[in-house]
């Protein structure tokens, strides 16, 4: 019996959160471990970022700041049961969530479709910044239109020259 799902293998994404005074030797080996289970399981890493530290919404295990990790993969079989037994196990590792993005994951076509979503991302912050520096700038010239010209206020200087 031929195997239908040959060439579909499904994609994942998983967020970490770590403790905040994590070295970077040891996030950098963490990461190399979920690279060697997802090879491990016939897939790969197609995209992994480290967003840095951030404060907590609530104490997890008396941190406040944690060091979040997002890692996009794909994998076979049981790549994600295996990555999470081993998140469960490292004690750094304060919390983790993972996803399951698609059945048939085209990793090419995520990695651009991502960088189109934060091309747009980094024009629209840079639109607000404009669009807050005119208001900035209206505002220094409507104060600059209400100040007394001279720099005093010309009531006082004709009540200083009687």
């Keep these: 019996m031929a195997n239908t799902t040959a060439g579909k293998i499904p994609g994942y994404e998983t ?24 090879g491990n399981f016939g897939g790969e890493i197609v995209t992994s ?13 008396k941190e406040s700041r944690g060091r979040y990790t997002y890692a996009v993969y794909t994998g076979k079989g049981d790549v994600v049961a295996e990555i999470e037994r081993n998140l469960r196990i490292n004690e750094h590792v ?12 085209d990793g090419a076509a995520f990695v651009a479709r991502r960088a189109e979503l934060q091309a747009a991302a980094k024009k629209r912050d840079e639109e607000r910044e404009a669009r807050r520096e ?17 720099g005093r206020d010309a009531a006082v200087e004709a009540s200083e020259e009687a």
């Design 94 to 105: 304060l919390r983790f969530l993972t996803v399951n993005l698609e059945k048939e994951f």
């Design 15 to 38: 967020t970490i959160i770590t403790r905040g005074e994590l070295s970077d030797d040891s996030l950098k080996a963490l990461q190399e471990r979920i690279k060697t289970i997802v």
């Design 134 to 150: 005119e208001r900035m700038a209206e505002r220094r010239s409507w104060s600059e239109d209400r100040r007394p010209r001279g």
């Design 49 to 61: 970022e480290d967003w840095g530290s951030r404060k907590l919404a609530y104490t997890i295990q």
